[in-house]
């Protein structure tokens, strides 16, 4: 057992959508009125007594609390301190509710932006400040969470978004201002919060300041300082760790170390050059150090010796070192052993995060030198590094006799010519991004089809018979390029990696991505090719039945790789080649069939932007020409399309520009088009698709807002370069919401259209 005051052995975070998914049904059935709000808490009251016991009975010392959410951590902090925007609390609905408006938006009061969080699949809601705004310690859940697990014989500790990350993460109301300006505001309901936790026996309280894991200013610096000299001031409060993840902390490892606080959570796996530096100053000596040497992020199992060689470092500088996570295990599957039908010697390299809790109490027992048995994780390390099959000699071969040409098209100009020629599409030509609602029949017969209960030729005809529904209804809407629909299609990404050379794939290895959205990352360990075409057939017959195009449908490299758990035994560069190859058959297979129009999505381009600019010049020297490397082998009559969503483009913007594609479809409609001053400043002078309609919420837009957010992107972009569409994909959102919104988008595009030049 850990030392008397001393954190010992813990996780950052855990898992909350339950093994089962069984909090995604519940918000679900809670959001489609057929269920009650009690329901809906009995539900998450199990899982999180579900989530404390298994902990506790794995062996941890420390047990968080406050991981779980019904949305978003970020959302919960916005509204524990009373800061959500005044257009929902005037709302008069429940605080639940409220929360949710927040979250999914309702008709008189759009949702709050999302984006993703930090270089992850996560999404977070982001929250809007300005110099009015004022907080107060308005909700109860730590502390009612921490009395849940007083009642089971816990003492957790309560997790919480840090002050500082807090308010970098919000969006300023007003030009100018910036939300740092509220630290002095934000930090006594912070204090008042710790005091109340005190009350409650509560020992530690973890506030996790990830923000520091990127380039920051001396200003934030400044307030990092500030932040928690301030709260460690407090006589009356629990003791304070400050988890730092998804990259070293840099210089703000010094400035924590200065403080009060008592101790920190350092990332051993996303960057541990930080920690020879560290020792080398004696800054933690006052202080406990949890060791992060167990990823949080990817299904690896942990190679022992290689980890405690990290947190042994540590020892020898710091007051006392336990281990733990990289960060939360929010972002890995609950459970390898539920995966009963996986090849057996590709599992065994595997840790989801319940065998990470098993990882993290055998490497401290092992930190704190106890005899344990680390011989069963070194076999698994080792077989998987002497595992010939993952290479592949002729993917290898063809990876290296790829020539620069290989990523060039001709220039833009000429291909707008002849792609207008071939498509004679009018001016703000409309269309869709992908997907339409995946109805609980197309969900049946998939799921019927998966198991054998529906053959082949008659789960042909039951795909055929809902492609040929959605083509119908787009014709009727009056949408210009059509799509088929994806009927056939479980996920983006899994859809392919089912039809790839080197990846395996899970029946129960969910992962949270937002709310109640679900995904299955594959698990990319090999070598990739593609045997087969993977959506010719799908395309082909949507095309067969309409005189207008229909876009094929392709997952982007750089978005595989995002949302999979990737080898790591191999440089990406290597691996994103491979994919980009797989993918540029495909496009070559679609041209062949007649398809005029290919999109290939890249939404995670941002997403694995590295936190620290000094590394980005690296990551789009292979980022881009993985995209390139996919689509350059299309004819100029061809128009390649990109989609990319939920993200904070600034960063990016020159690789956009880089990638080459004819058309970018792109979120806009909560951040009010703002992106294309953007891109305009960057010049970007293709074909762009601003998102007018936001799909991730279920309020349908009239056609005046729409027609309102058109008429801003003619402000920035000439008519004969935008696009209407909406912001991403609709296989989340019911034909009820989607009939009526992509009405009112086409109305709103021949409105402007009938309108002179």
Not at 277 to 283: I, L, P, S, T, Y
Not at 478 to 488: A, I, N, Q, R, S
Not at 509 to 525: A, E, H, K, N, T
């Amino acid at each position: 057992m850990h030392a008397v005051n001393t954190i010992g052995t813990t996780v950052l975070g855990y898992p909350r959508i339950g093994p089962a998914r069984e909090l995604k049904r519940a918000l679900e059935a809670y959001w489609a009125g057929t269920t009650t709000e009690e329901e809906l808490q009995t539900t998450a009251r199990r899982l999180r007594e579900q989530t404390w016991t298994t902990l506790r009975d794995q062996g941890l010392d420390s047990i968080p609390s406050s991981t779980f959410s019904f949305y978003d951590q970020v959302l919960d902090t916005t509204a524990l301190f009373g800061a959500l925007p005044e257009r929902f609390t005037r709302l008069g609905l429940s605080p639940l509710d409220t929360y949710f408006a927040a979250a999914r938006g309702v008709p008189d009061a759009p949702a709050l932006e999302m984006t993703k969080w930090f270089d992850t699949n996560y999404h977070y809601l982001v929250p809007e400040l300005g110099p009015n705004s004022r907080f107060a310690l308005t909700g109860t859940t730590p502390i009612d969470e921490v009395r849940e697990a007083r009642a089971l014989g816990i003492t957790p500790r309560p997790v919480l978004v840090g002050p500082v990350t807090f308010l970098l993460l919000a969006k300023a109301t007003e030009p100018g201002f910036s939300p740092l300006e509220l630290l002095d505001e934000l930090l006594p309901a912070y204090a008042e919060l710790l005091s109340e936790l005190a009350d409650e026996g509560v020992e530690w309280v973890q506030l996790d300041e990830p923000a520091f894991a990127a380039d920051r200013a001396t200003s934030e610096f400044n307030a990092l300082t500030r932040a928690y000299h301030w709260l460690a001031k407090e006589k009356h409060r629990p003791k304070l760790l400050v988890a730092g993840y998804f990259g070293g902390l840099g210089r703000a490892l010094g400035v924590l170390a200065r403080s009060p606080i008592e101790a920190l959570a350092l990332d051993l796996v996303t960057d541990a050059s930080f920690v020879d530096k560290a020792a080398a100053e004696g800054a933690l000596r006052d202080k406990e150090v949890l060791a992060g040497i167990v990823d949080g992020r990817n299904i690896w199992r942990t190679d022992p010796d290689v980890a405690l060689a990290r947190a042994a470092q540590l020892k020898a500088t710091a007051a006392h070192v336990s281990v733990s996570t990289s960060c939360s295990l929010l972002h890995v599957p609950y459970d390898v052993e539920a995966e009963t039908d996986f090849n057996p010697r590709v599992k065994n390299w595997l840790a989801f995060a319940q065998q990470k809790v098993d990882e993290v109490v055998l490497l401290g027992r092992a930190l704190n030198g106890e005899n344990v048995d680390l011989n069963p994780a070194r076999a698994a390390v080792a077989d998987r590094a002497s595992a010939e099959e993952l290479n592949d000699a002729g993917v290898r071969a063809r990876v290296a006799a790829l020539q620069p040409e290989d990523t060039v098209r001709i220039p833009y100009l000429e291909r707008a010519a002849a792609q207008q020629k071939s498509l004679n599409l009018p001016p703000l030509p409309t269309t869709t991004i992908g997907s339409f609602p995946q109805t609980s029949e197309v969900r049946r017969a998939r799921a019927a089809h998966r198991t054998g209960k529906l053959d082949d030729n008659a789960y042909r005809t039951a795909m055929r018979t809902e492609i040929d529904r959605v083509v119908r209804l787009q014709e009727d809407l009056g949408l210009d390029v059509l799509v088929h629909g994806e009927p056939e299609r479980n996920d983006m990404v899994q859809y392919f990696a089912e039809q790839l050379t080197g990846f395996a794939t899970t029946d129960f290895g969910w992962v949270q991505s937002y709310g109640s959205r679900c995904v299955r990352p594959p698990i990319l360990f090999g070598d990739v090719s593609r045997p087969n075409p993977m959506t010719v057939g799908w395309t082909q017959y949507a095309q067969s039945r309409t005189d207008r195009p229909v876009k094929g449908m392709l997952t982007g490299p750089v978005t595989i790789l995002a949302w999979s758990f990737v080898r790591d035994d191999q440089p990406l560069t290597d691996t994103a080649r491979q994919v980009a190859l797989a993918v540029r058959d495909e496009v070559a297979d679609l041209e062949a069939a007649g398809i005029r129009v290919v999109q290939v999505d890249e939404p995670a381009l941002r997403e694995l932007l590295p936190l620290h600019a000094a590394d980005r010049e690296a990551y789009f020297d292979w980022a881009v020409p993985a995209f390139r490397l996919a689509t350059s082998g299309a004819a100029a009559t061809t128009q390649i399309h990109t989609h990319m969503c939920y993200s904070e483009f600034g960063d990016v913007l020159p690789a956009i520009d880089a990638l080459d594609a004819d058309v970018t479809s792109i979120e806009a409609a909560r951040s009010k088009m703002e992106v294309l001053a953007d891109l305009n400043d960057a010049g970007f002078a293709r074909g762009v698709g601003p998102g007018v309609y936001d799909i991730h919420s279920p309020r349908v837009p009239d056609q005046t807002e729409l027609t309102s957010l058109v008429r801003t992107a003619l402000s920035a972009v000439p008519a004969e370069r935008l696009w209407i569409n909406p912001d991403c994909g609709l296989k989340t959102r019911g034909y009820a919401e989607v009939e009526p919104a992509l009405r009112h988008l086409v109305g709103a595009a021949r409105e402007l259209r009938a309108e002179p030049r």
